[in-house]
């Protein structure tokens, strides 16, 4: 009698142990769901190329991977670049904040490589006009009179 009640506590245990890691696991699937529709620029993204603007209107277009290749990480409030240069071997990346709103994306960079630590001693603050869509972006410089001088155009890898 006493082996009979031993099982059966056991075979309780663990079925409702089963149940609960089943909650848990929607439960977490369904809050993964909620934050990607939240913030859809969480995830990393390849650069692919660059246009150019003349009056507003892109004039000339070329591709990245001949050049270097460049890799964007954004979490819910932080971004991180890193670039490597198939000519040079030297460190090129950022980090910091961002704030995505509005069709504009300003980016704060606390620190960098020693070339972007040099940049960021001057101007920690950019802000681009942000054209997003499901599996790419271009995030694309104004001048001073709100016109647009060229994009970078990524494409999401994760």
Known sequence: ???????????????????????????????????????????AWELKGFYNYKDNVVVDSFSNNTIS???????????????LLKTDSIEFFGYGSYVYEDGTL?????FGSAFMNEVIAEQKEFTFQFDLKPNGFEQIEIDEDGNRIWSENYVRIE
Do not use: H
């Not at 300003?106 to 606390?110: A, G, I, M």
């Open 1 to 43: 009698m006493k082996a009979y009640s031993i099982i059966l506590a056991l075979l309780f245990l663990t079925i409702s142990g089963c149940k609960e890691a089943d909650t848990d696991t929607s439960s977490s699937e369904e809050t993964e769901e909620v934050v990607e529709l939240k913030n859809p620029l969480i995830g």
């Open 106 to 110: 300003t980016e704060t960079l606390e």
């Open 69 to 83: 290749r460049q890799v964007k990480m954004y979490t819910d409030t932080k971004v991180m670049w890193c670039k």
